[in-house]
Every structure is written in C-alpha cells, then in structure tokens.
C-alpha cells in the first residue's frame, strides 16, 4: 500500500512559481513510477507529468514542457512538482499518483495509477 499526501498549493500571480510536493508512505514508494495529474472545474483529469521509479526519466504534458520540472528523492519518500512561469490555465486541483506495478515506466494514463493523493488547490491569478 501506499499512501500520498500532497501539499505547497496556494495563490500566486501569473509568471510566478510554486514547489507541490507529495510525500509517500509505505515500503514501495521508491520501486514505483510517480505522476502529476490536475483537474480543473468542469474539466477531465488531465495529465501533467510524470518520472520513473529510477528517477532517470521524466515525461510532461506539452503544456506544462519548459515551465514544470518533476523530481522526487528517494529517501525522503517524496516527488515534487516545480511549476516556474505559471499561467491562469494552470489553475485545477493537483493530485500526486503512484502507479500500479513495480518498477514499470510512468505514462500519461490515469488508470495505470492506483494510488491518490487528495490534491492540492493551485490557483493563478492574472
């Protein structure tokens, strides 16, 4: 089992930064792929990015490439989430995923995920 508490939303201007993190219990956190998902009102859960459970490879969504950084750091059991350059549209919920299997690739496909977190509120102002 893993269990995922995301945390660091809040309120910032449009061009401005914010850091999510997700921090994991549970013996598994670091055998396994960890994305970002967001939803905004109204809308489906959308992909944001994702990063494989050996840290070397990363993937994001064409909106977010060049503005959004994904890590994560093995021991403190934590992904994060940079947001640098933020823009109105950028405003939705935020949730933290750990993918099904062990030591399989991320992807871009909510269902692939079977462990949430209860989101974190991002809102940009312009």
């Known amino acids: 089992q893993v269990h995922l508490v995301e945390s660091g939303g809040g309120l910032v201007q449009a061009g401005g930064s914010l850091r999510l993190s997700c921090v994991a219990s549970?013996?598994?956190?670091?055998?396994?792929?960890m994305a970002w998902f967001r939803q905004a009102p109204g809308e489906e859960r959308e992909f944001v990015a994702t990063i494989g459970w050996t840290g070397d490879s990363t993937y994001y969504a064409d909106s977010v490439k060049g503005r959004f950084t994904v890590s994560r750091v093995a021991a403190e059991s934590t992904a994060y989430l940079q947001m640098n350059s933020v823009k109105p549209e950028d405003t939705a919920v935020y949730y933290c995923?750990?993918?099904?299997?062990?030591?399989?690739?991320?992807?871009?496909?909510?269902?692939?995920?079977?462990?949430w977190g209860q989101g974190t509120q991002v809102t940009v102002s312009s």
């Open positions: 549970g013996r598994t956190f670091n055998s396994r792929a």
């Open positions: 995923a750990a993918h099904t299997l062990l030591y399989s690739a991320g992807t871009s496909l909510p269902g692939q995920y079977h462990y």
